[in-house]
T-cell receptor, first 115, second 107 residues
Framework: DGGITQSPKYLFRKEGQNVTLSCEQN?????MYWYRQDPGQGLRLIYY???????QKGDIAEGYSVSREKKESFPLTVTSAQKNPTAFYLC??????????????FGPGTRLTVL | KQEVTQIPAALSVPEGENLVLNCSFT??????LQWFRQDPGKGLTSLLL?????REQTSGRLNASLDKSSGRSTLYIAASQPGDSATYLC??????FGTGTRLTIIP
């Protein structure tokens, strides 16, 4: 089955710890995205990558870091510098943005709770 | 900064009715617009993507339109069913998302 997988589904972190959220896709999509979703707010873009070994900050990148060493993988690290990390994190991908193949697909999400 | 607004925040309708969900955006730039549904605690599921050069897209009981001049998109759902109950979100260019309309279909 082709799709986007995120792990873990639930993650608990103590204050001051860094955690890494996994996102893998076997769709051969070029672009990958990370968003966070908070109650009552729309999705907010954290980071995105349109090509391997390259990524750009989104609207709320502070306290987060990413890497894109492989086309199929785009892990997100939530650092201790992120002031309010408790949220639902969503990973997404697009086949070939800007080339007319723009439908975005989402993973099932990871719910991060800071204790 | 571009804004995307969805009103109302919540909507309840009896089963079988046709309904329209609204999405407004603040600029008329040439971007595509995508509609999603989200079930509680789940990721987003793509429903329809309207390219900037298109005016509408249809899939089954769903029809989405895009009017760049007025800054509006609508999602029309025909013959609603209880399984349509979910939150519906619109998004511009994979960058700006509305807060969604929570739809409840009453059996």
């Amino acid at each position: 089955d082709g799709g986007i997988t995120q792990s873990p589904k639930y993650l608990f972190r103590k204050e001051g710890q860094n955690v890494t959220l996994s996102c893998e896709q076997n769709l051969n999509h070029d672009a990958m995205y990370w968003y966070r979703q908070d109650p009552g707010q729309g999705l907010r873009l954290i980071y995105y990558s349109q090509i391997v070994n390259d990524f750009q900050k989104g609207d709320i990148a502070e306290g987060y870091s990413v890497s894109r060493e492989k086309k199929e993988s785009f892990p997100l690290t939530v650092t201790s510098a992120q002031k309010n990390p408790t949220a639902f994190y969503l990973c997404a991908s697009i086949p070939a943005p800007g080339q007319g193949i723009d439908t975005q697909y989402f993973g099932p999400g990871t719910r991060l709770t800071v204790l | 900064k571009q804004e995307v607004t969805q009103i109302p925040a919540a909507l309840s309708v009896p089963e079988g009715e046709n309904l329209v969900l609204n999405c407004s955006f603040t600029d008329s730039a040439i971007y595509n617009l995508q509609w999603f549904r989200q079930d509680p605690g789940k990721g987003l599921t793509s429903l329809l993507l309207i390219q900037s050069s298109q005016r509408e897209q249809t899939s089954g009981r769903l029809n989405a339109s895009l009017d760049k001049s007025s800054g509006r998109s609508t999602l029309y759902i025909a013959a609603s069913q209880p399984g349509d109950s979910a939150t519906y979100l619109c998004a511009r260019r994979a960058r700006t998302f509305g807060t969604g309309t929570r739809l409840t279909i009453i059996p």
